[in-house]
């Protein structure tokens, strides 16, 4: 099927540790996301990517790091994990305004 | 700054009442506005939008008209069913060096039978 996919589905990670989500789409759309999403808060960019080989900060982009590896995947890292960051992570992707999103990773650090 | 501002939740309605749930924006361009929605322990689904002043945006029952005046792109149903329970975000988008979206906080609409 057609879309955006994410793993792993679920994460618990100990404060300090690291690791990487995974998002991969199969719709050649240029442009990847990555949000986050908390109570009240609604969703948070992360970090974008408008193109292969290109990613800029979104509004909260301390803690993470991404990768473009190619057209179809973009990647999250948590280099050093903090409870703060325990959150749901959604990947997107779009080639217009209206971004098809994978169905997220719920991540508890403690 | 760009940014979408939604009533606060969460709503609880029986079934068959009539749902509003108000939204409005502030942004510096003209933005395409959008209704998403996310039932429980899914990813968010596009549900209706519109991309221009008085378009009307329709879907499974769902309408909401893009009132540029009013800044405002208020969700409404006639007659909300279980099934409708989920987390509802507007959300408006912008052209700038790529898609910008914002999203609200989100609406959390509960139906009982």
């Known amino acids: 099927n057609a879309g955006v996919t994410q793993t792993p589905k679920f994460q618990v990670l100990k404060t300090g540790q690291s690791m990487t989500l995974q998002c991969a789409q199969d719709?050649?759309?240029?442009?990847m996301y990555w949000y986050r999403q908390d109570p009240g808060m609604g969703l948070r960019l992360i970090y974008y990517?408008?193109?292969?080989?290109?990613?800029d900060k979104g509004e909260v982009p301390n803690g993470y790091n991404v990768s473009r590896l190619n057209k179809r995947e973009f990647s999250l890292r948590l280099e050093s994990a903090a409870p703060s960051q325990t959150s749901v992570y959604f990947c997107?992707?779009?080639?217009?305004?209206?971004?098809?999103f994978g169905q997220g990773t719920r991540l508890t650090v403690v | 700054g760009d940014s979408v501002t939604q009533m606060e939740g969460p709503v609880t309605l029986s079934e068959e009442a009539f749902l509003t749930i108000n939204c409005t924006y502030t942004?510096?361009?003209?933005?395409?506005l959008f209704w998403y929605v996310q039932y429980p322990g899914e990813g968010l689904q596009l549900l209706l939008k519109?991309?221009?002043?008085?378009d009307k945006g329709s879907n499974k029952g769902f309408e909401a008209t893009y009132r540029k005046e009013t800044t405002s792109f208020h969700l409404e149903k006639g007659s909300v069913q279980v099934s409708d329970s989920a987390v509802y975000f507007c959300?408006?988008?912008?052209?700038?060096?790529?898609?910008?979206?914002?999203f609200g906080p989100g609406t959390s609409l509960s139906v009982i039978p």
């Open positions: 997107a992707s779009s080639d217009g305004p209206k971004p098809l």
């Open positions: 719709m050649n759309h240029n442009s």
């Open positions: 990517s408008a193109s292969e080989g290109t990613t």
């Open positions: 942004a510096t361009g003209y933005p395409s």
């Open positions: 519109a991309t221009k002043a008085d």
């Open positions: 959300a408006l988008s912008l052209k700038t060096s790529y898609d910008k979206v914002i």
